[in-house]
């Protein structure tokens, strides 16, 4: 069973980057996209961007002029960079797999979270 | 964006109750949502895939429905740990985009 560890700094003053990573465990990075998803408090879940086994990339146009994903296939796990960050970019971030296969699509499983909070 | 409207915010319901939860999309989707649950500080599960389809190990008390722009999840007899927030998860188009979650509370 897929199982996804995340980890990175939690607190950051403002126009840090913020850096996550998450592993992969028992699993296969292809055939998935590897993806990022935050919750800002009291807020909806906003899904922040993508990236397959080979590279391909999308994002949120809110967020893609400050965000790279990044995978590691040797090393099985995938990361978020987050540039320049404010306040507004405090929430939970999560890592998870997004499963393409048609009639079979879903985002699981997720990784435990990681608060990130943002405070001069 | 697809924008995804969730209906409602919140709700009071008693165990045994039947709930149904609803989103509309801005556009035609298909059937391409899921249906999450969330718990306080722990990550959503996923609890319906691709509208209608129970995942592996969730009760059948659980059930969703639509195509195109309406869906809807529903529990036939709420349960004591089904008291949690659920949200809609649309994947027919770039961004992804959530509704923004009803939250089921003991009354």
């Known amino acids: 069973q897929v199982q996804l560890q995340q980890w990175g700094a939690g607190l950051l003053k403002p126009l840090e980057t913020l850096s996550l990573t998450c592993a992969v465990h028992?699993?296969?990075?292809?055939?998935?996209?590897w993806t990022w998803i935050r919750q800002p408090p009291g807020k909806r879940l906003e899904w922040i961007g993508e990236?397959?086994?080979?590279?391909?990339?999308s994002y949120n146009p809110s967020l893609k002029s400050r965000v790279t994903i990044s995978i590691d296939t040797s090393r099985e796990r995938f990361s978020l960079n987050l540039r320049s960050v404010t306040a507004a970019d405090t929430a939970v971030y999560y890592c998870t797999r997004f499963s393409p296969s048609v009639g079979y699509t879903w985002f699981d499983p997720w990784g435990q979270g990681t608060l990130v909070t943002v405070s001069s | 964006d697809i924008q995804m409207t969730q209906s409602p915010s919140s709700l009071s319901a008693s165990v045994g109750d039947r709930v149904t939860i609803t989103c509309r999309a801005s556009q035609d989707i298909r059937n391409d949502i899921g249906w999450y649950q969330q718990k306080p500080g722990k990550a959503p599960e996923r609890l319906i895939y691709v509208a209608s389809n129970l995942h592996s190990g969730v009760p059948s008390r659980f059930s969703g429905s639509g195509s195109g722009t309406e869906f809807t999840l529903t529990i036939s007899s709420l349960q004591p740990e089904d008291f949690a927030t659920y949200y809609c998860l649309q994947h027919n188009g770039y961004p992804r985009t959530f509704g923004q979650g009803t939250k089921v509370e003991m009354k």
């Open positions: 990236i397959s086994h080979v590279r391909s990339t």
């Open positions: 028992g699993g296969s990075l292809s055939g998935y996209y």
